[in-house]
Nanobody, 123 residues
Framework: QVQLVESGGGSVQPGGSLRLSCAAS????????MGWYRQAPGKQRELVAA???????NYVESVKGRFTISRDNAKNTVYLQMNSLKPEDTALYYC?????????????????WGQGTQVTVSS
């Protein structure tokens, strides 16, 4: 069983910073792409940032220059550094990881989700 555990959310004023962490544990053969999504009430879940196993990154236009995604493969962890936060960044943030694992000699790949961590930006 694989589990993703998120931390680092909170409430900050506009212009503040937060760093989200997401650590994977369990029966892991390989972690492929990882990413951060967010969802505000009444809105669709949105991909905020993604990072491949080769460390290539992509960001939604609205966070470019403010957010940075990174990963520590030794710790099976992905991070999202969020600077210059705006009220429109307020959402429940979820990490996602594409993880491969073995059952016997059979190789599987599935997407896993963290439990969500709330980010609130207000004055």
């Amino acid at each position: 069983q694989v589990q993703l555990v998120e931390s680092g959310g909170g409430s900050v004023q506009p212009g503040g910073s937060l760093r989200l962490s997401c650590a994977a544990s369990g029966s892991i053969a390989r972690i492929n792409d990882m990413g951060w999504y967010r969802q505000a009430p009444g809105k669709q879940r949105e991909l905020v940032a993604a990072i491949t196993s080769g460390a290539s990154t992509n960001y939604v236009e609205s966070v470019k220059g403010r957010f940075t995604i990174s990963r520590d493969n030794a710790k099976n962890t992905v991070y999202l550094q969020m600077n210059s936060l705006k009220p429109e960044d307020t959402a429940l943030y979820y990490c996602n990881a594409d993880i491969s694992y073995y059952i016997g000699r059979t190789y599987y790949t599935n997407a896993y989700w963290g439990q969500g961590t709330q980010v609130t930006v207000s004055s």
